[in-house]
């Protein structure tokens, strides 16, 4: 190997690694918010996104908002979800993704017809310590609210505790109306 090779090899290891560092950083503050329905790798997102409101506009339903300065510079004014009081409608037609130019929120890609998989946002994990059914009296609270049908198993009156994968719309209202209903049975965590 000649010098100038191993030289520059070095060097692209080195820039891999710190790229790799980088991009774990910025995964790990955006836990502190949900993006919107079809948005990329948060790097991705923050290279792509020109903070234009255009999706916020687009939004029907007033969930998308502008990140605050107050998250970091880096992030001001980039969209993400307010699932406090409702939740993302998952709109057939995707307003806030299609008025994306720049492309970090993109449909993924499919074929002619074929309609596309609903977005993924979180894991939700139930916490049988703080679930009544678990103590003793009957609950159902989050059997109730959820509005996916399907994301929760139930062992007679008891949701059984496996930890659950549902789409982005749907884990952040879940988690956003259990935690409010029920002590905060479940927990979130990010992909």
Known sequence: MERRQFFRLGLERAMKTVVELVDSAVERHAGRWFRPPHAQGEMA?????????????????GILFPLPLAQGVQVVGTPAMDLSTQGCHLCSDWPCVRVCEPGALRL???????????PRLATITLD???????????????????P???????EGPRPISVNLTIPKLASGVFA????????????????
């Open 128 to 146: 049988p310590a703080r679930c009544l059914p678990y103590q003793g009296p009957e609950c159902g609270a989050c059997g109730s609210v959820c």
């Open 176 to 191: 956003s109306l259990v935690s409010q209903q029920a002590n905060q049975l479940f927990y979130a965590s990010f992909p």
């Open 45 to 61: 997102f923050l290279l792509a996104c020109t903070r234009c409101d255009l999706c916020i506009q687009a939004c029907p339903y």
């Open 108 to 118: 993924p890609r499919v074929a002619d017809g074929v309609v596309p998989p609903l």
């Open 148 to 154: 996916v049908p399907g994301a929760l198993a139930w």
